[in-house]
C-alpha cells in the first residue's frame, strides 16, 4: 500500500491564527472544505479549524451578545494536532484517524514545515486504488 504523501493534498487551505473566524469561514465555504490548517506568517504549523469550530464560535458569540464572527482563529483553533508524515503507511494513518476521530490531519516534512494534509477522501482514493 501506498504512503501518505502518494495521495495527499499538496497545497491544503491555510489561514493564519490572527485571521478572524469571518475570514476563516469565508475560506472555508468558498473553497469547499471541512477544515483549514493553521500556520505562522513563515508557512509553519499552529493548528487546525474546523467548520465545526467556526459554528460553536459563531454562536457562542451571538449568544453572548457579541459580533459573530469575530473571534480570532488562534483563540478557537485546535493546538494539539496529531501530525504524519509523507513516508508513513496510508492504511495505518487511516486506523490512527478511526480512532481519533479525525477527518484530516496535516503532513509535516522532517523540519516540521507543512507540506500537505491527508484527509478522508483522499484515503478512499488510495483504498479505491488499491482495489483495482
Given at each position: 500500500?501506498?504512503?501518505?504523501?502518494?495521495?495527499l493534498v499538496a497545497e491544503p487551505v491555510t489561514?493564519?491564527?490572527?485571521?478572524?473566524?469571518?475570514?476563516?469561514?469565508?475560506?472555508?465555504?468558498?473553497?469547499?472544505?471541512?477544515?483549514?490548517?493553521?500556520?505562522?506568517?513563515?508557512?509553519?504549523?499552529?493548528?487546525?479549524?474546523?467548520?465545526?469550530?467556526?459554528?460553536?464560535?459563531?454562536?457562542?458569540?451571538?449568544?453572548?451578545?457579541?459580533?459573530?464572527?469575530?473571534?480570532?482563529?488562534?483563540?478557537?483553533?485546535?493546538?494539539?494536532?496529531?501530525?504524519?508524515?509523507s513516508d508513513e503507511n496510508i492504511l495505518e494513518?487511516?486506523?490512527?484517524?478511526?480512532?481519533?476521530?479525525?477527518?484530516?490531519?496535516?503532513?509535516?516534512?522532517?523540519?516540521?514545515?507543512?507540506?500537505?494534509?491527508?484527509?478522508?477522501?483522499?484515503?478512499?482514493?488510495?483504498?479505491?486504488?488499491?482495489?483495482?
Amino acid at each position: 500500500m501506498s504512503g501518505v504523501g502518494d495521495y495527499l493534498v499538496a497545497e491544503p487551505v491555510t489561514i493564519t491564527a490572527d485571521a478572524d473566524v469571518y475570514a476563516a469561514v469565508h475560506l472555508i465555504l468558498s473553497n469547499q472544505v471541512s477544515g483549514i490548517v493553521v500556520v505562522d506568517h513563515n508557512g509553519m504549523l499552529l493548528g487546525m479549524l474546523s467548520e465545526l469550530d467556526c459554528l460553536r464560535a459563531m454562536v457562542t458569540s451571538v449568544y453572548n451578545g457579541g459580533e459573530p464572527g469575530g473571534a480570532l482563529v488562534g483563540d478557537i483553533m485546535i493546538k494539539n494536532v496529531v501530525v504524519n508524515r509523507s513516508d508513513e503507511n496510508i492504511l495505518e494513518v487511516a486506523s490512527s484517524m478511526l480512532n481519533d476521530s479525525h477527518r484530516r490531519r496535516p503532513v509535516l516534512d522532517k523540519q516540521g514545515r507543512l507540506t500537505g494534509q491527508i484527509t478522508c477522501r483522499q484515503i478512499l482514493k488510495a483504498v479505491t486504488k488499491y482495489k483495482e
